[in-house]
């Protein structure tokens, strides 16, 4: 498992909030070159609209536009997921830990699990 943290100003919309953090897992793990992943995200949303065929031209449409293209380019063989929030215990703890930090921080952690061939 690897984490990572970045800093975004604070967000009004939580749907930016959640495409933005799937994105920017999308460019490190393209980064990092691996391959054959799955995102797991508790935004259904998320999932709906990257999955779906609406086309938008709001930010968060452009962001899911980025999803949809790394999907589609770099990651080919990668999966989103929609995944319960009540799944994710850590990821929601971290979340419910935010406000109260004197700095808003966008928390994105990744759990990656790697099947070795020998």
Not at 39 to 64: A, L, P, Q
Request: aromatic share 8%.
């Amino acid at each position: 498992m690897i984490a990572r943290s970045e800093y975004f100003p604070p967000l009004i919309d939580i749907h930016i909030g959640e495409a933005l953090g799937l994105l920017k897992a999308m460019e490190w793990v393209r980064d990092l070159q691996l391959v054959n992943m799955d995102f797991e995200v508790d935004s259904k949303t998320v999932v709906d609209n990257i999955y779906g065929e609406r086309v938008g031209v709001s930010e968060f449409s452009v962001i899911i536009r980025n999803c949809i293209h790394l999907l589609g380019s770099d990651l080919a063989n990668s999966d989103v997921k929609f995944i319960m929030r009540q799944a994710n215990k850590v990821a929601h703890n971290l979340a419910k830990t935010a406000p109260l930090k004197a700095s808003f921080r966008f928390i994105l952690i990744y759990h990656l699990v790697l099947n070795l061939l020998l």
